[in-house]
Each structure stands twice: as structure tokens, then as C-alpha cells.
């Protein structure tokens, strides 16, 4: 009964975050949907440019889980004071990184040809990949906002406000990308603007929320701007930066494999477009779930409960189980439709629907090592699995990768035949260290 007890407290705070992850997928989507109506292209071009961008939002979010970790430990401990300085602390991390990250990518402009992709690509690349970064740093400044909410079981009204930016995205990209309503037509970079802007009134929404909220009183800073404490920025970093490296290890695998889909042509590059689009949609909901098990298990943890530890890690591992089910099925049976949502152009959904069959693959092995993986974060376990993704996207699954596509010409299929392996191998070795993990937590 516990472990059907820990699963429906679990499901009840993952529900909102699923929805809210699903829903900020949504944009990426519905910037390939339109962006891909407007040519191969300018398809390839959205692929290119995002294989750059996420590699500095993700390892910023990987950075701002602390946020999680430890808001979620001071409610725990019923300690609002370390609560407020997680909130004012993340929000400090969130805009020194994004400002960093902006001012390189500025750097990087006269050197997009360096890329190795198709000169049609890098020519329309720039705007788009400016205003892109740009939107970095209020789409950051919310993530951190959103962590420390979800932290203090407040899940609801942060994912409202972003879903309502998902929507106005939506809207501001039709505006912008087909001209209409009097704006004139403004293409790919049409889409980048949408989402500057729906970003910056996310952003605006969140803090206005907690500013006025009157139940979050004590656990939101009273102060926002103070000289931050070496010692608190440290703690966040000791949690942040591994698993910063850690998430980094993955995505930057999917990011490679996007620049080595170059090598095989536009339609290569716009079918992967579409399967990364796909597989990033549907890792939304193991993601939501994850994060939800980061701050179950750091609440938990903070509240010195180790007999509950249990059936909240073994519950998450049967939630993960069924939702990796569920996708890999939605993967075998609709991979000729969703291919067909994004483009009318026969090879490039040819070749897209063979690739969502081996994203449908990994499914599994996707949804528990993310679980296993937040769950150890939770319990300020970092460092190792960090090491572990790195063997197991970089030594492995890219290594793997470059032999079935260019040694054995499976090309695109290679490519992604190597991601699901790097997929297993963090999967079979992130279950048995947190298993350790538990078993030393609950002696």
C-alpha cells in the first residue's frame, strides 16, 4: 500500500509538471510545424541552429536544479529562510550564465561556417540564432522561478502562466512567420521574435505571481537584489554543475549527431529535425516525472524520513516504467502520422518515420534513466552519474554512432541506432547506483 500511496502523491505533484514541460515542447514544435511548411531549407536551418542553442540551455538547466534540490530540502526541514536564499541565489546563477552563453554566441557569429553544414543553411542562419540566444536569459530567470515553486508544492500556477505562453507563441508565430494581422512576413526569424517575447512575459508572470502571492510569503525572498554568499553560490554549483555535465553528456550526443547529419544532406537534416522534435515532445512527460522525483526524494531526505525513501524510489521506477511504455507505443503505431504533421515532402517523411521506430526503441531505457538520474540529484548524488553519462553518450553511444553511419553507410538510421545505445548504457548503470544508493540511505 505505501508503494501505491508514494505513487499517487507522485503522480499528483508530476501531473502539472508533465503537462508544463509538455506544453514548453510545444514551442520548439510548433516552431518546426510552421518553420517546416516553409521549406526544406529553412527545416534544416531550425536544425542547425538548435543543435547550437541547446547545448547552453541545457547545461543551464542542469545548473538550476539545485533549485529544486534544495528548496525542496528547506521545505523538508521547514526552513524558509534557506528556501529564500535557494530562490534569490538560483535567479542570480540563472542570469550571470545566460549573459555568459549570450555574450559567446555573439562571438560565434562570424564563424557559423565553420559548422560543416550546407552554405544555404549557414546564410540564413544568424538573425535567427541571435534572437534565439537572446531569449535565453528570461526563459532561464523562469526556469529558475518555476523550480523553487515546484519545490514548495506549487506546481499549478507556474504551469498556467507557461502554458498561457505557449499559446500567446503559438498566436505571435503565425503573426510573425506569414505576416498577417498587418505585421509584415518575416520567415524563420518571425519565430525567433514569437518566442523572445512569449519568453520575457512568462517571466514577468511568474515573478508577479510570487511577489503577490500571500501563502508563499515567507518562502519567497523579501529582498531580490543582495550580495550573494560565496558559501550558497558553492552549494548550488557542488549539485548544479554535475548534473549540468551529466544532462549535457546526453543532449550534447543528440546535438552531434544533428551536425553529423551534415554530412548526409538536407533531407537528412530535416527528417532528423522532425524525429528530435518528436522524441524531445514525448521525453517531456519522463521528464516531468523526474522532476517531480527530485524533489519527492529531496523533501523526504530533508525531513530525515529514510523508511518512506524507499517506496518513493521504487514507485518512481514503475512510473517511469509504464509512461516509457506508453511512448514507445505511440512511437510503433503513429510514426507514419506524427511524420506527417510536420512535412509533404515524401522522402523527407520516409525517412523520418523510419527513424521515430528507433525512437520508439529507447523509449524505455530513456524514461528510467532520467528517473534514476533525478532521484540520485534528489539525494545529492551527482558526481559519479555525471562520470556515467559521459561514458555512456560519448564513449559508447557516439563512438557507435559514427561507426554504423559512416563505416557501415547506415547514415541517418546509424546515427540514431548509436543514441539509443548510449540511451541503454545510462540506463543499466544509473538503476544499480541509486539501488546502492538507497541501500545505504535506509540501513
Not at 507557461?162 to 503573426?175: D, M, P, S, T, Y
Request: glycine share 10%.
Amino acid at each position: 500500500m505505501s508503494l501505491v500511496s508514494e505513487s499517487k502523491q507522485t503522480l499528483r505533484l508530476a501531473l502539472p509538471l508533465m503537462i508544463g514541460q509538455l506544453s514548453q515542447m510545444l514551442l520548439g514544435v510548433a516552431d518546426t510545424f510552421m518553420v517546416g511548411h516553409l521549406g526544406v531549407t529553412e527545416l534544416a536551418t531550425l536544425t542547425f541552429v538548435n543543435s547550437i542553442f541547446f547545448l547552453p540551455f541545457v547545461f543551464s538547466i542542469g545548473l538550476l536544479t539545485s533549485i529544486s534540490v534544495h528548496s525542496s530540502h528547506a521545505r523538508g526541514g521547514g526552513d524558509p529562510v534557506a528556501a529564500r536564499s535557494s530562490c534569490r541565489n538560483g535567479l542570480y546563477i540563472s542570469v550571470a550564465v545566460s549573459v555568459l552563453f549570450i555574450g559567446l554566441a555573439l562571438a560565434m557569429l562570424p564563424f557559423l561556417d565553420r559548422f560543416g553544414q550546407p552554405a544555404a543553411v549557414v546564410e540564413i542562419s544568424g538573425t535567427y540564432f541571435t534572437i534565439l540566444m537572446i531569449s535565453l536569459l528570461p526563459a532561464l530567470a523562469s526556469i529558475a522561478l518555476k523550480n523553487h515553486a515546484d519545490a514548495l508544492d506549487r506546481p499549478w500556477p507556474p504551469f498556467w502562466i507557461f502554458l498561457g505562453g505557449v499559446l500567446l507563441n503559438i498566436l505571435l508565430n503565425w503573426i510573425m512567420i506569414y505576416g498577417k494581422w498587418g505585421c509584415p512576413a518575416m520567415g524563420m526569424n518571425g519565430a525567433a521574435w514569437a518566442t523572445l517575447i512569449s519568453r520575457v512575459l512568462i517571466f514577468v508572470a511568474l515573478f508577479v505571481w510570487l511577489e503577490t502571492n500571500v501563502s508563499l510569503r515567507d518562502w519567497v525572498p523579501f529582498t531580490w537584489f543582495r550580495k550573494p554568499l560565496k558559501a550558497d553560490i558553492l552549494a548550488h554549483a557542488k549539485i548544479g554543475l554535475p548534473a549540468s555535465f551529466q544532462m549535457l553528456c546526453e543532449v550534447g550526443a543528440f546535438s552531434a549527431a544533428g551536425f553529423m547529419m551534415g554530412r548526409f544532406g538536407e533531407i537528412s537534416m530535416a527528417a532528423h529535425q522532425i524525429a528530435i522534435t518528436c522524441a524531445s515532445a514525448a521525453f517531456m512527460i519522463p521528464l516531468g516525472l523526474a522532476m517531480a522525483l527530485t524533489v519527492r526524494t529531496g523533501a523526504v531526505a530533508g525531513a530525515g524520513e529514510t523508511d518512506r525513501l524507499r517506496a518513493v524510489v521504487h514507485s518512481g521506477w514503475v512510473l517511469a516504467t509504464a509512461f516509457g511504455l506508453l511512448n514507445a507505443a505511440a512511437f510503433f503505431f503513429g510514426g507514419s502520422y506524427w511524420a506527417g504533421q510536420f512535412t509533404n515532402d515524401s522522402q523527407v517523411r520516409a525517412l523520418a518515420v523510419s527513424l521515430l521506430v528507433i525512437v520508439g526503441v529507447f523509449q524505455l531505457f530513456d524514461s528510467v534513466q532520467v528517473a534514476s538520474s533525478s532521484m540520485l540529484r534528489g539525494l545529492h548524488d551527482t558526481r559519479i552519474p555525471a562520470v556515467m553519462g559521459f561514458v555512456a553518450y560519448w564513449v559508447i553511444g557516439l563512438p557507435v554512432a559514427m561507426l554504423l553511419s559512416w563505416h557501415w553507410h547506415m547514415e541517418a538510421r546509424g546515427v540514431w541506432w548509436g543514441l539509443a545505445a548510449g540511451l541503454f548504457v545510462a540506463c543499466v548503470t544509473l538503476g544499480p547506483r541509486l539501488r546502492q544508493h538507497l541501500r545505504r540511505q535506509t540501513q
